[in-house]
């Protein structure tokens, strides 16, 4: 029986989490005191203190069945690790004692050489170091047998100090936007100690049967079908989005509603997604390194409750080809911490300094590191999904919708404005609510979407961490704060009016390119992007060398987020991966067609034969089908055989070449073809095969479960 069936929700919310009840329950007054002053303000944790706050962990942790702790970290690979260690001690007299110290809290060491680092660490070093990030609350995660484990989300360096993780730069990113966005704000004489970067992370996700899912050497091993026809139903009716949630899902749902509260994690909004078997969850907004750390959890425990209800959860960004892909949408905003929302346009976004400083920052940002922002999300599976009429385009661009492009055009023009007001929608029938129109529109074919109150970047992947996508945006936003705050510092207060208006007009005209409101799918905006020298890498390998140029570089380091070396180290993992990742999916077509398909097709083949000899010696005219058959099978065996032997040779040659990159783009330019072109030759054969005779289940199985 799931607890919601006996309590209220807010019974049990956050049951696992170290939270600030429970803080104020098993710590004094005082030391509750100084960790929020921590938290909140930024001061130094003491030893003392450290100590207080471990035992405190200690002892609610146990009390809920913990029997080990672990330093909860995000390395280079873009999952999570994790090392287990019992709360057991031993004295000298041999006797045992439950012990967790503030040393144990705050530093732990991993294995360094045995993460990703891009050459930071030496195979022999291996000495690494896990920081407790105390900004990111405490939780337990419990198994299916009940035991229980407690996590303290941290980040993660190697010994000489570089970040070997998505956390560090992350929180350095959040300090870097708080330390110039409150600069700007006490110019403009706004009261705030700090700028918040807060993230929430629409995770999209299909579910399918996992005996069908066993059955898929490509899903086990890669995370798509690397082979499969379309079925006669696809998506085009759209009768999935938004319909009926299926029982079996609804229960799963309801129990993954359940486990992410438990965690703390505020899952809002589910629902069934356009692609059959494809849905989506949304939580609410928070703090933009919580919601990357929550982020982690929600897809660890989407997988985990899957499994309880005998599916599997896909996390690729294209797991089916012929339907959409998945995506995180990354809805990212800024706010003070007197509750100030800095991207709020408010009744009158002409007369709102504030708004219209930080609104043009964001887009100076998109515009003037549009390369970065396109790196932050690529990856092998991403490639798969952008581009293709159902996700933004590998072109970078910024939606305002046209009364914030009205607005901004009225500025720059001169034409005095007037306040908004409020529009509403009249649906003709009296008895039917009048809802409110927003101050712009949605539109779903851009990348970077301005949606009233907030940005919206679409082009992340499903699988992919919300950490460096938010980095990239919390650092072109610095860096243009940054700027405009050096222009007005030092104006004389008489003047400050004149010289926003005069950095407002010059940011909107400057940048204006970045903006289109229009069809990111039209040939026509490929063109207009062109002309306007928007020309964004397409792929992957091109896209990771944005952390190479020269402009880049001088932000990240202006700003404390990353050293060369540890932008160059990133390069070289995202490039190792990328060729990682393709290398193990041809290895797995090639597995799959070698000794699944085409022995399959061989012994059809066979009957087929035997079919037309037995028949022949009845009467020559019976053996008409079953001929014409075999001469379709035969060329499609004979061309599966030859796909398979250059796709061989293709891996063969791009795994020879000496250099990553080479390797990279090898892979790109002729593997992955390869991999297609033995795909289309499958396909065909698919569609002729009898059922009984495909080795393993197709995708009228797989997306049509019940």
Same mark, same amino acid.
């Given at each position: 029986?799931?607890?919601?069936? +006996?309590?209220?929700?807010?019974?049990?919310?956050?049951?696992?989490?170290?939270?600030?009840?429970?803080?104020?329950?098993?710590? +004094?007054?005082?030391?509750?005191?100084?960790?929020?002053?921590?938290?909140?303000?930024?001061? &130094?944790?003491?030893?003392?203190?450290?100590?207080?706050?471990?035992?405190?962990?200690?002892?609610?942790?146990?009390?809920?069945?913990?029997?080990?702790? +672990?330093?909860?970290?995000?390395?280079?690979?873009?999952?999570?690790?994790?090392?287990?260690?019992?709360?057991?001690?031993?004295?000298?007299?041999?006797?045992?004692?439950?012990?967790?110290?503030?040393?144990?809290?705050?530093?732990?060491?991993?294995?360094?050489?045995?993460?990703?680092?891009?050459?930071?660490?030496?195979?022999?070093?291996?000495?690494?170091? +896990?920081?407790?990030?105390?900004?990111?609350?405490?939780?337990?995660?419990?198994?299916?047998?009940?035991?229980?484990?407690?996590?303290?989300?941290?980040?993660? $360096?190697?010994?000489?100090?570089?970040?070997?993780?998505?956390?560090?730069?992350?929180?350095?990113?959040?300090?870097?936007?708080?330390?110039?966005?409150?600069?700007?704000?006490?110019?403009?004489?706004?009261?705030?100690?700090?700028?918040?970067?807060?993230?929430?992370?629409?995770?999209?996700?299909?579910?399918?049967?996992?005996?069908?899912?066993?059955?898929?050497? %490509?899903?086990?091993?890669?995370?798509?079908?690397?082979?499969?026809?379309?079925?006669?139903?696809?998506?085009?009716?759209?009768?999935?989005?938004?319909?009926?949630?299926?029982?079996?899902?609804?229960?799963?749902?309801?129990?993954?509603?359940?486990?992410?509260?438990?965690?703390?994690?505020?899952?809002?909004?589910?629902?069934?997604? &356009?692609?059959?078997?494809?849905?989506?969850?949304?939580?609410?907004? $928070?703090?933009?390194?919580?919601?990357?750390?929550?982020?982690?959890?929600?897809?660890?425990?989407?997988?985990?409750?899957?499994?309880?209800?005998?599916?599997?959860?896909?996390?690729?960004?294209?797991?089916?080809?012929?339907?959409?892909?998945?995506?995180?949408?990354?809805?990212?905003?800024?706010?003070?911490?007197?509750?100030?929302?800095?991207?709020?346009?408010?009744?009158?976004?002409?007369?709102?300094?504030?708004?219209?400083?930080?609104?043009?920052?964001?887009?100076?940002?998109?515009?003037?590191?549009?390369?970065?922002?396109?790196?932050?999300?690529?990856?092998?599976?991403?490639?798969?999904?952008?581009?293709?009429?159902?996700?933004?385009?590998?072109?970078?661009?910024?939606?305002?919708?046209?009364?914030?492009?009205?607005?901004?055009?009225?500025?720059?023009?001169?034409?005095?404005?007037?306040?908004?007001?409020?529009?509403?929608?009249?649906?003709?029938?009296?008895?039917?609510?009048?809802?409110?129109?927003?101050?712009?529109?949605?539109?779903?074919?851009?990348?970077?979407?301005?949606?009233?109150?907030?940005?919206?970047?679409?082009?992340?992947?499903?699988?992919?961490?919300?950490?460096?996508?938010?980095?990239?945006?919390?650092?072109?936003?610095?860096?243009?704060?940054?700027?405009?705050?050096?222009?007005?510092?030092?104006?004389?207060?008489?003047?400050?009016?004149?010289?926003?208006?005069?950095?407002?007009?010059?940011?909107?005209?400057?940048?204006?390119?970045?903006?289109?409101?229009?069809?990111?799918?039209?040939?026509?905006?490929?063109?207009?992007?062109?002309?306007?020298?928007? %020309?964004?890498?397409?792929?992957?390998?091109?896209?990771?060398?944005?952390?190479?140029?020269?402009?880049?570089?001088?932000?990240?380091?202006?700003?404390?987020?990353?050293?060369?070396?540890?932008?160059?180290?990133?390069?070289?993992?995202?490039?190792?991966?990328?060729?990682?990742?393709?290398?193990?999916?041809?290895?797995?077509?090639?597995?799959?067609?070698?000794?699944?398909?085409?022995?399959?097709?061989?012994?059809?083949?066979?009957?087929?034969?035997?079919?037309?000899?037995?028949?022949? %010696?009845?009467?020559?005219?019976?053996?008409?089908?079953?001929?014409?058959?075999?001469?379709? &099978?035969?060329?499609?065996?004979?061309?599966?055989?030859?796909?398979?032997?250059?796709?061989?040779?293709?891996?063969?040659?791009?795994?020879?070449?000496?250099?990553?990159?080479?390797?990279?783009?090898?892979?790109?330019?002729?593997?992955?073809?390869?991999?297609?072109?033995?795909?289309?030759?499958?396909?065909?054969?698919?569609?002729?095969?009898?059922? %009984?005779?495909?080795?393993?289940?197709?995708?009228?199985?797989?997306?049509?479960?019940?």
């Amino acid at each position: 029986m799931r607890i919601t069936e +006996t309590k209220k929700i807010t019974d049990f919310y956050g049951c696992y989490v170290f939270n600030d009840k429970v803080m104020k329950k098993y710590l +004094t007054e005082d030391a509750y005191n100084e960790l929020r002053e921590v938290i909140d303000r930024d001061k &130094v944790l003491e030893k003392e203190l450290a100590n207080k706050v471990a035992e405190a962990m200690k002892e609610w942790s146990i009390e809920l069945g913990a029997t080990h702790y +672990t330093h909860w970290f995000q390395p280079l690979t873009g999952t999570t690790a994790e090392k287990h260690d019992s709360f057991i001690s031993v004295d000298k007299q041999g006797k045992i004692a439950l012990e967790f110290t503030g040393s144990n809290l705050r530093k732990g060491e991993a294995d360094a050489s045995s993460f990703p680092s891009g050459g930071i660490r030496a195979t022999f070093e291996a000495r690494g170091y +896990t920081a407790w990030d105390c900004s990111s609350p405490a939780f337990i995660k419990k198994s299916k047998d009940g035991s229980a484990v407690l996590c303290i989300p941290t980040a993660f $360096c190697s010994y000489t100090g570089e970040a070997l993780d998505k956390k560090t730069p992350l929180l350095k990113s959040m300090d870097a936007v708080s330390r110039q966005g409150v600069r700007l704000l006490n110019i403009l004489g706004v009261d705030a100690r700090k700028v918040i970067a807060n993230v929430g992370g629409e995770q999209e996700y299909f579910l399918v049967d996992k005996s069908d899912y066993d059955k898929r050497y %490509d899903l086990e091993f890669t995370g798509r079908t690397l082979f499969g026809a379309m079925p006669p139903k696809g998506q085009e009716k759209n009768d999935q989005y938004y319909a009926t949630i299926r029982d079996r899902v609804a229960s799963f749902m309801a129990d993954l509603n359940e486990e992410l509260w438990k965690l703390g994690i505020p899952a809002k909004t589910q629902h069934n997604e &356009v692609a059959p078997a494809q849905h989506e969850l949304a939580p609410i907004f $928070c703090q933009a390194n919580i919601a990357t750390d929550q982020n982690q959890l929600i897809m660890e425990t989407m997988k985990k409750v899957a499994d309880n209800h005998g599916l599997a959860c896909l996390l690729h960004e294209k797991p089916f080809a012929g339907i959409n892909g998945s995506g995180k949408h990354a809805n990212y905003s800024l706010g003070t911490d007197t509750g100030l929302n800095l991207l709020k346009p408010g009744s009158n976004p002409a007369e709102n300094k504030v708004f219209l400083l930080f609104f043009l920052a964001v887009i100076a940002g998109v515009d003037e590191y549009y390369d970065l922002l396109r790196m932050s999300c690529s990856s092998l599976g991403n490639d798969c999904r952008l581009g293709g009429h159902e996700a933004p385009p590998s072109i970078i661009s910024v939606f305002i919708g046209e009364d914030m492009k009205n607005l901004l055009d009225d500025i720059v023009e001169g034409h005095t404005i007037a306040s908004a007001t409020k529009q509403y929608i009249n649906m003709g029938v009296n008895y039917v609510a009048r809802p409110k129109r927003d101050t712009s529109d949605r539109n779903r074919t851009s990348p970077f979407a301005f949606t009233g109150n907030k940005f919206e970047f679409r082009m992340v992947g499903s699988s992919a961490t919300l950490s460096t996508p938010t980095m990239v945006m919390n650092i072109m936003t610095a860096e243009m704060l940054s700027r405009i705050s050096d222009r007005l510092e030092n104006v004389p207060k008489s003047q400050l009016d004149k010289e926003i208006l005069t950095i407002v007009k010059e940011l909107y005209q400057k940048h204006s390119r970045i903006i289109f409101n229009g069809n990111n799918y039209s040939r026509e905006w490929l063109k207009e992007a062109k002309k306007r020298g928007l %020309d964004s890498a397409d792929n992957a390998v091109d896209a990771y060398e944005a952390l190479n140029a020269k402009k880049n570089m001088e932000a990240f380091q202006k700003h404390g987020i990353l050293s060369i070396k540890e932008m160059e180290s990133r390069r070289a993992i995202y490039i190792d991966n990328y060729v990682k990742s393709a290398n193990i999916e041809a290895e797995t077509a090639l597995m799959m067609a070698r000794k699944q398909i085409l022995p399959a097709v061989l012994k059809w083949q066979y009957k087929l034969a035997k079919q037309v000899d037995e028949l022949s %010696d009845i009467d020559p005219k019976f053996a008409g089908t079953p001929r014409r058959m075999l001469g379709e &099978v035969s060329v499609l065996v004979d061309e599966l055989d030859e796909d398979i032997v250059k796709l061989n040779s293709a891996k063969e040659g791009a795994l020879s070449a000496a250099d990553p990159r080479k390797q990279a783009i090898l892979f790109r330019d002729r593997v992955l073809p390869a991999m297609a072109k033995l795909r289309a030759t499958a396909d065909k054969l698919e569609t002729i095969c009898p059922k %009984d005779v495909w080795p393993f289940p197709t995708y009228a199985d797989i997306l049509f479960y019940e």
